[in-house]
C-alpha cells in the first residue's frame, strides 16, 4: 500500500512485443551510425558507371579481406549484377534497418547496390584470438595439454575432434540484451538423460539481464540455490575433461568471450576428481584422491581445531606437547582465537594480492609474506611458532583441491569453523560439519542431488568416488547420471 509495486521484467508485456521493423535506407543508417567514429561510408564506381556504397565498422572487420574480396572485384565488375562479382558466397540480402545494424555489429560488410536497390551484407569479422595453450588452473604432468579459447568456434572444434560423432548435438542461444552474448548448449543425443537437456534450455531461455561476460555469471542465473558457498556447475578449461563428461552423460554450456566451460549436473565429489586420475594407474590415482579429501579435511579443520582444544580442553592435550604450547604462548597478548584469526586473514591478504600482482612480484611477495611476515610476527610476540606451523599446513592443504572455486569455500567454512570452536569448542566444530552435510544434501545441480552417490545412495557408483577402481571395471556409466546408454562397451550378439 506504501510501497509503488514494482514492475515485473519478465512479466512486461512491452518488452515481449515485436519491435516494428523498419525498412532500410542510406539516411537512416547515417543517422542510427551517428557519432559513431570507426564507422567507414566509402563509394565506389564500376566498370559500367554504377554506383556502390559500402559501410561497416572498421574496428571488426578483417580490411585486408575486405579489398581482396569485395572491393577489387566490385570495382572490376563490368556487368550490372555485383552480386555475383563478389568472390565470397556468404552474401545476404537484407531489407530492415534492425537486421542491418545487429550484422553490422558482429562485423559484417553492407553493401548498397543502387541499380538494382538492394542491400547486401557480406560478414568480414576480425578473429581477434589468442591460441590454443596449456592450462593454467588445471595443470597436469601427463595428458592433453591444449586448453579452450575465448572463441566460441575452435573451443567446439577441440570437443569435436575428441567426439567425432554425428550424436554430438550443439543448440546456440543469446543471452544479455546489451552484450549479445551466445550461449552453446552441448550434449550427446541419445546418451544424455532429455529431462536435464529441457531444464538446462528452460533455464537459458529464462535468463534476463542486460550484460554478460563470463561463463559464471550464466551459471549463477542457472543455479537453484543462489545463497549457496559450493559451485553447483563445474567450471573447466580443459577440452578432455568436457569430451568425459559428456560421454557420462552430462551436458555442458559453451559462453563466448570465455575459455571456462560448464559441465552440470555434477555433484559434490566431482569437484575433487582431477584428469590425471584417468592417466595413472588405479591404485596411484585412488591414493591421490583420498589424499585430496584428507586435505580438504585438514584444512578446514586444522586451525579450528587447535582454538577448541587450547581454548576449552586442553586438559585433552598431552602433557609433552602442553608444555611446548604454554611455553609458545607464554609471551602472546592475544587469545588461540584472535591470534588465529588475524594470522588466517593476513594470509588471505597475501593470497588475494599474489593474483593481482605480475608472476615476477607475486613470486616476492610469497617469500615476504611466508617467511618475513611469519618470522616478524613470532619474534614479536603476535603469534606462536606452533600456530605459524599449523597455518602453513593448513594452507598448503587447501591446494590440492583441483577446484579453484571450490578452494575458496573451503576458505569461508574455515572461518566458519574458527568462530564455532571459538565459543563451543570441538561441539561447535562437529554442529558446524553437520550442518554443511545437511546442506549439501539438500543442494541440486540441474535439479539433481549435489551429494550423490551417498544421498540418494548409489552403491555401484562408489568404484569412482573416494578411490577410482580399475578401468576395465568401470563398465557402466554412473547410475546417479540417469544416462540412456548405462554401459560403456558394445555388447556382442
Not at 36 to 56: A, C, G, P
Not at 88 to 111: D, M, N, R, Y
Request: glycine share 4%; hydrophobic share 45%; proline share 5%.
Amino acid at each position: 500500500m506504501f510501497w509503488k509495486k514494482g514492475k515485473s521484467i519478465a512479466n512486461d508485456s512491452s518488452d515481449a512485443q515485436q519491435p516494428v521493423q523498419r525498412k532500410i535506407s542510406l539516411d537512416s543508417l547515417k543517422q542510427v551510425l551517428d557519432n559513431m567514429d570507426d564507422v567507414e561510408i566509402i563509394e565506389r564506381t564500376t566498370l559500367n558507371d554504377q554506383k556502390v556504397v559500402l559501410i561497416y565498422l572498421k574496428t571488426l572487420i578483417d580490411q585486408e579481406r575486405l579489398n581482396e574480396l569485395i572491393i577489387e572485384p566490385v570495382i572490376q565488375c563490368p556487368h550490372a549484377m555485383i552480386y555475383e562479382s563478389i568472390a565470397t558466397p556468404k552474401v545476404l540480402k537484407i531489407q530492415s534497418l534492425e537486421e542491418a545494424q545487429k550484422l553490422l555489429l558482429t562485423g559484417a560488410v553492407l553493401l548498397n547496390d543502387c541499380i538494382q536497390e538492394q542491400w547486401l551484407v557480406i560478414p568480414l569479422p576480425n578473429e581477434l584470438s589468442r591460441g590454443i595453450q596449456t592450462s593454467e588452473t588445471e595443470t597436469i604432468l601427463y595428458g592433453a595439454k591444449d586448453s579452450f579459447t575465448e572463441q566460441l568456434e575452435p573451443n567446439i572444434t577441440l570437443i569435436r575432434r575428441r567426439l567425432p560423432i554425428t550424436e554430438l548435438k550443439t543448440e546456440k542461444y543469446k543471452v544479455g540484451s546489451l552484450s549479445e552474448t551466445t550461449v552453446v548448449l552441448m550434449y550427446i543425443d541419445g546418451l544424455t538423460n532429455p529431462e536435464y537437456i529441457s531444464i538446462a534450455r528452460k533455464k537459458i531461455s529464462e535468463i534476463n539481464f542486460d550484460l554478460f561476460f563470463d561463463s559464471s555469471q550464466v551459471a549463477a542465473f542457472m543455479e537453484e540455490h543462489h545463497h549457496s558457498i559450493f559451485p553447483q556447475f563445474q567450471q573447466t578449461d580443459r577440452p578432455d575433461v568436457c569430451a568425459y563428461s559428456l560421454g557420462l552423460g552430462k551436458l555442458t554450456i559453451l559462453v563466448e568471450n570465455t575459455p571456462f566451460v560448464l559441465i552440470a549436473p555434477i555433484t559434490f565429489f566431482h569437484l575433487f576428481q582431477s584428469p590425471e586420475d584417468y592417466i595413472n594407474r588405479w591404485p596411484v590415482a585412488s591414493f591421490l584422491r583420498v589424499i585430496r579429501y584428507f586435505s580438504f579435511f585438514l584444512s578446514v579443520t586444522l586451525i579450528p581445531f587447535y582454538v577448541a582444544l587450547t581454548t576449552h580442553h586442553y586438559q585433552m592435550i598431552p602433557l609433552q606437547i602442553l608444555f611446548v604450547l604454554v611455553e609458545s604462548r607464554s609471551k602472546l597478548p592475544f587469545t588461540p582465537f584472535w591470534e588465529a584469526l588475524v594470522m588466517l586473514t593476513i594470509l588471505e591478504i597475501i593470497k588475494e594480492a599474489s593474483l593481482r600482482m605480475p608472476t615476477k612480484s607475486s613470486q616476492t611477495l610469497g617469500v615476504i609474506g611466508g617467511i618475513v611476515i611469519g618470522q616478524a610476527a613470532v619474534q614479536a610476540g603476535f603469534a606462536s611458532k606452533v600456530l605459524i606451523v599449523l597455518v602453513c599446513i593448513s594452507t598448503i592443504s587447501s591446494f590440492l583441491v583441483p577446484n579453484y572455486l571450490m578452494t575458496k569455500a573451503n576458505t569461508l567454512i574455515q572461518f566458519g569453523f574458527l568462530l564455532l570452536s571459538s565459543f563451543f569448542g570441538v561441539f561447535g566444530i562437529a554442529m558446524g560439519a553437520i550442518a554443511i552435510l545437511a546442506h549439501l544434501n539438500g543442494l541440486t545441480s540441474l535439479k539433481q542431488p549435489y551429494f550423490s552417490p551417498i544421498a540418494p545412495f548409489y552403491w555401484k557408483d562408489w568404484i569412482d568416488l573416494f578411490i577410482r577402481g580399475p578401468l576395465i571395471n568401470m563398465k557402466s556409466r554412473p547410475d546417479h547420471l540417469h544416462p540412456l546408454q548405462k554401459w560403456r562397451y558394445k555388447r556382442r550378439m
